[in-house]
């Protein structure tokens, strides 16, 4: 039974915090960049009969870029799918959830987080599904960081060649990787620009505006072009918490008690 799928980017974003908080770890900013792209995902467009992550018929979510793997628990939460405890135990002994996705996990399709390959598992379940004849759609999420990487462009080459209209890749385009802008570390240019040139159908988006996201999809699947599909999301790294954003000290950097309540604060209606 879904628990709550009327829930916002407000909730999700505490969510992370207090996981982050409550197992000491990492990764908050590029969790926070996602929040707006899961909620409309999850709410919206993802299918899973029976509200079953595991359902035979379901759409298939792959988070390449593993590490942001929070703000899909927070997700998870919010559907009933992952109990309570395992939030206030993260990261504990014996803890359920890793840093990472991890496929072990109901609701998690791949065990990522080596960045470049999760992109072609996906386009491999997308193959899947056109062979089977079903109606199944892939989701592929990755980082703008991860796709300097390059089985990310054989995988496109492979899913344009194969004609998936079934797949759409999205890229959190948040301008920042482990270590530093993504600009100064291996420039990508226009985004769009190179998917379309690998046969991909794009449309580049505000990544935090929900209602553009939406549509941004629907337009996309609506196409009569059997190119696979594009959604290029321009995203802030910890948009939500001021001193996070735009701030890649927050890939890595752990919350202590003063900057947790700062941040806590902001995210619920304070300040930061």
Known sequence: ???????????????????????????????????????????NH?????????????????????HGVMAQYACMRELGWLKDEAFT??????????????SRIAGLEVTS?????????????????KLRGTDQKTYALVGDGEINEGPIW?????????????????????GFQAMGRTQEVLALGSIQTKFESFGFEAITIDGHDETAIHYAINELWASSST???????????????????????WHYTRLNPESYAQAMAAVTGGAA
Not at 94 to 101: I, T, V
Not at 119 to 129: E, K, P
Not at 240 to 246: A, D, K, N
Request: net charge positive; charged share 20%.
């Open 46 to 66: 993802l299918r899973y009969p029976g509200n079953d992550p595991l359902a035979v018929d379901r759409d298939y979510l792959v988070l390449s870029k593993g």
């Open 89 to 102: 135990a993260y990261f504990a002994d014996g803890s359920e959830l890793k840093g990472l996705s991890d």
């Open 227 to 249: 190119a696979p599909k594009a959604l290029i999301a321009k995203t802030v790294k910890g948009k939500g918490v001021t001193f996070m954003e735009h701030n890649n000290i």
């Open 154 to 174: 054989e995988g496109a080459l492979f899913a344009a060649h194969h004609a998936l209209k079934n797949f759409m890749v999205i890229v959190d385009e948040n």
């Open 1 to 43: 039974m879904v628990k709550n799928k009327n829930f916002d980017s407000k909730q999700l974003r505490k969510t992370i915090l207090e996981m982050a908080y409550a197992g000491s770890t990492v990764h908050i900013g590029c969790a926070f960049s996602i929040v707006e792209l899961l909620a409309v995902l999850y709410r």
């Open 113 to 129: 987080g080596s960045l470049g390959h999760g992109f072609s598992v996906g386009v491999g379940m997308a193959m899947g599904a």
